[in-house]
């Protein structure tokens, strides 16, 4: 990585400023490093792969231009951050974390570790120098969300311990307190976001994710699989509108110290969404409901709703998604054909390390 000035204010694209993105080779991570990368900054990635798609760093190396301010470290980042100086990037964005149902279900304990102590060996990186850091959260932390739309103040439920599903909340939750935790004691610029559902390309189905599953199906001709009675809803927002955001939030001082919902308000049901996806893609594929007994393993719990307040968001950075429904299932549909293989490949891979079990979800 090149060595610049440090560059406090984060807030403008006008100087360069050195970037470290955990889970960076993510989903959204990726987007995010092409964003930053386009306006001008250096993005450095520690990531393990271990839901990251390999071809992501490619595809964000597209252009020329990004290619030498863009460095990724293969690896954990418990391993990796000990080895790097926090003195040589102005921000980090934690993104890495065990994510999607079917992985939470299945490995508890990987879900339970990853979330919770890399989150804190990441906040003492970032407390070392007292970089600006943007914490990953989620809309699970609300639990059984008590009211709809879901505001960041109000009380979370979760459901017994016995159901593994609420450890990725729970992981999540002790974040968000790890974080508020530094700010407070430690004056730490930390702000935490809890994303809603976030689609778009280079998303991955195989840990549980509802519309890759879907846009894939309708693309094969195959059923469309919806749980229960279809009537649970949600609300996607595309990663090119939630990306967008990230930077405003960790570059806004205003922001420190606060928990923002990040996502779209307008709401959809599972069934709607299986009927969209079919029409937009002109399939032949047909709806199935799956009762839920047959859906989900033991230790499951669906949501009947979920769906954000946005007024602190758009109040902070007047958050306005742009990006419809329908174009994203298009241009999830148009690049889900390059990687069909490389997908393939890697969830057998990680098939041969879990025990085989049928959990899906709403997400
Ligand atoms: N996509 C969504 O709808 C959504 C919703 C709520 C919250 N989130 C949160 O957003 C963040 C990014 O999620 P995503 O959807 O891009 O998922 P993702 O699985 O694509 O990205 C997570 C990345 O972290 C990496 N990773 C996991 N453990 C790691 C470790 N110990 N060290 C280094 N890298 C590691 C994975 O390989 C992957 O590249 C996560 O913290 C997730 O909890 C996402």
Same mark, same amino acid.
């Given at each position: 990585?090149?060595?610049?000035?440090?560059?406090?204010?984060?807030?403008?694209?006008?100087?360069?400023?050195?970037?470290?993105?955990?889970?960076?080779?993510?989903? =959204?991570?990726?987007?995010?490093?092409?964003?930053?990368?386009?306006?001008?900054?250096?993005?450095?990635?520690?990531?393990?792969?271990?839901?990251?798609?390999?071809?992501?760093?490619?595809?964000?190396?597209?252009?020329?231009?990004?290619?030498?301010?863009?460095?990724?470290?293969?690896?954990?980042?418990?391993?990796?951050?000990?080895?790097?100086?926090?003195?040589?990037?102005?921000?980090?964005?934690?993104?890495?974390?065990?994510?999607?149902?079917?992985?939470?279900?299945?490995?508890?304990?990987?879900?339970?570790?990853?979330?919770?102590?890399?989150?804190?060996?990441?906040?003492?990186?970032?407390?070392?120098?007292?970089?600006?850091?943007?914490?990953?959260?989620?809309?699970?932390?609300?639990?059984?969300?008590?009211?709809?739309?879901?505001?960041?103040?109000?009380?979370?439920?979760?459901?017994?311990?016995?159901?593994?599903?609420? &450890?990725?909340? &729970?992981?999540?939750?002790?974040?968000?307190?790890?974080?508020?935790?530094?700010?407070?004691?430690?004056?730490?610029?930390?702000? =935490?976001?809890?994303?809603?559902?976030?689609?778009?390309?280079?998303?991955?189905?195989?840990?549980?994710?509802?519309?890759?599953?879907?846009?894939?199906?309708?693309?094969?001709?195959?059923?469309?699989?919806?749980?229960?009675?279809?009537?649970?809803?949600?609300?996607?927002?595309?990663? $090119?509108?939630?990306?967008?955001?990230?930077?405003?939030?960790?570059?806004?001082?205003? &922001?420190?110290?606060?928990?923002?919902?990040?996502?779209?308000?307008?709401?959809?049901?599972?069934?709607?969404?299986?009927?969209?996806?079919?029409?937009?893609?002109?399939?032949?594929?047909?709806?199935?409901?799956?009762?839920?007994?047959?859906?989900?393993?033991?230790?499951?719990?669906?949501?009947?709703?979920?769906?954000?307040?946005?007024?602190?968001?758009?109040?902070?950075?007047?958050?306005?998604?742009?990006?419809?429904?329908?174009?994203?299932?298009?241009?999830?549909?148009?690049?889900?054909?390059?990687?069909?293989?490389?997908?393939?490949?890697?969830?057998?891979?990680?098939?041969?390390?879990?025990?085989?079990?049928?959990? $899906?979800?709403?997400?």
């Amino acid at each position: 990585m090149q060595d610049l000035e440090p560059n406090r204010d984060i807030s403008v694209d006008a100087d360069p400023q050195r970037v470290l993105i955990t889970g960076g080779a993510g989903f =959204i991570g990726s987007h995010l490093s092409e964003l930053l990368l386009d306006r001008g900054h250096h993005v450095t990635v520690v990531d393990n792969f271990s839901t990251g798609l390999r071809s992501n760093p490619g595809r964000v190396r597209s252009v020329a231009a990004r290619h030498p301010r863009y460095q990724v470290i293969e690896g954990g980042v418990s391993e990796v951050l000990p080895t790097l100086d926090p003195a040589r990037f102005d921000c980090v964005y934690h993104l890495a974390a065990a994510v999607g149902v079917r992985l939470v279900v299945e490995k508890p304990i990987h879900t339970i570790e990853t979330n919770i102590e890399e989150t804190s060996v990441v906040l003492r990186f970032a407390a070392a120098r007292s970089l600006p850091i943007l914490v990953a959260s989620t809309s699970e932390v609300y639990g059984k969300g008590v009211r709809v739309p879901m505001r960041e103040d109000d009380d979370v439920v979760y459901g017994a311990t016995s159901y593994s599903r609420w &450890c990725y909340a &729970c992981s999540k939750a002790i974040d968000e307190y790890l974080a508020l935790a530094y700010h407070r004691e430690s004056a730490l610029p930390a702000v =935490i976001v809890r994303f809603f559902n976030t689609v778009g390309p280079r998303q991955i189905g195989e840990y549980g994710m509802v519309l890759p599953r879907f846009v894939r199906a309708a693309m094969a001709g195959e059923d469309l699989e919806v749980h229960g009675d279809g009537r649970q809803s949600r609300c996607f927002c595309d990663v $090119r509108d939630v990306v967008r955001a990230l930077p405003m939030l960790l570059g806004n001082p205003a &922001c420190a110290g606060g928990v923002f919902n990040l996502g779209r308000d307008e709401i959809i049901s599972i069934r709607e969404l299986a009927e969209l996806v079919v029409s937009t893609l002109g399939s032949r594929s047909r709806i199935r409901m799956v009762p839920y007994e047959k859906a989900f393993a033991a230790g499951f719990d669906d949501l009947a709703v979920r769906q954000p307040d946005l007024t602190r968001i758009r109040g902070a950075i007047g958050f306005a998604p742009t990006i419809p429904l329908v174009q994203t299932i298009r241009d999830l549909a148009a690049e889900l054909v390059e990687r069909e293989g490389e997908v393939a490949d890697m969830v057998a891979h990680e098939a041969s390390n879990a025990a085989p079990a049928s959990v $899906r979800g709403s997400r």
